[in-house]
């Protein structure tokens, strides 16, 4: 299966390595133009980490014009996030986004989507990892913004 994905999840998971875990998961990560551009700017060790997943299974993938639908209910969102919901209802994916608007939006569209969280949950479920709260807990020590009630459920979820 392959998955459309915004920036933030993907710099998540850049700060603590593992990145790859979407290369397990997916058989594509496929990312729109203003995504790639966003990714590109970055700075830092996960930046590096970001760029050799770009070399290697997260894949820049060109838009057709979305439809005026989706041109008028992404409006009010960031370049990235429209271009992601865009592909997403474009190639019929789901949807790698965590900001709370945009997955809204998203599924206003009809757009499957999940988050950092969510997919950390799926990985564990599949064995491909032993705990979920820990990470999460180390991706926000590390600047990214998640809520406690956020990680409490994915742990919950995760039967943790």
Same mark, same amino acid.
Request: glycine letters at 10%.
């Given at each position: &299966?392959?998955i459309?994905?915004?920036t933030?999840?993907?710099i998540?998971?850049a700060k603590v390595?593992? @990145?790859?875990l979407?290369?397990?998961?997916f058989l594509?990560? &496929? ?8 990714l590109l700017?970055?700075s830092?060790e996960?930046?590096?980490?970001l760029?050799?997943?770009l070399g ?7 838009l057709?014009?979305?439809p005026? &639908?989706?041109v ?5 969102l960031g370049a990235?996030?429209r271009?992601a ?12 986004i965590?900001?709370? @608007?945009a997955?809204?939006?998203a !599924?206003?569209?009809g757009v499957?989507?999940t988050?950092?969280?969510?997919i950390?949950v799926?990985?564990k479920?599949a ?12 991706? !926000?020590r ?5 809520s ?5 459920t994915?742990?919950r979820?995760?039967g943790?």
């Amino acid at each position: &299966m392959s998955i459309t994905s915004d920036t933030g999840p993907l710099i998540a998971l850049a700060k603590v390595d593992l @990145l790859n875990l979407l290369k397990t998961a997916f058989l594509e990560v &496929m990312i729109p133009p203003s995504v790639h551009r966003e990714l590109l700017a970055g700075s830092g060790e996960d930046a590096g980490h970001l760029h050799e997943a770009l070399g290697e299974y997260i894949k820049l993938t060109d838009l057709s014009d979305p439809p005026r &639908m989706v041109v008028r209910a992404v409006g009010r969102l960031g370049a990235g996030e429209r271009e992601a919901i865009a592909l997403a209802a474009q190639t019929g994916t789901p949807l790698l986004i965590d900001d709370r @608007l945009a997955r809204t939006v998203a !599924r206003q569209l009809g757009v499957k989507v999940t988050g950092t969280a969510g997919i950390l949950v799926e990985i564990k479920r599949a064995g491909l990892l032993p705990a979920v709260r820990p990470i999460l807990e180390e991706i !926000r020590r590390r600047g990214y913004y998640l809520s406690d009630a956020l990680i409490d459920t994915a742990a919950r979820l995760a039967g943790e």
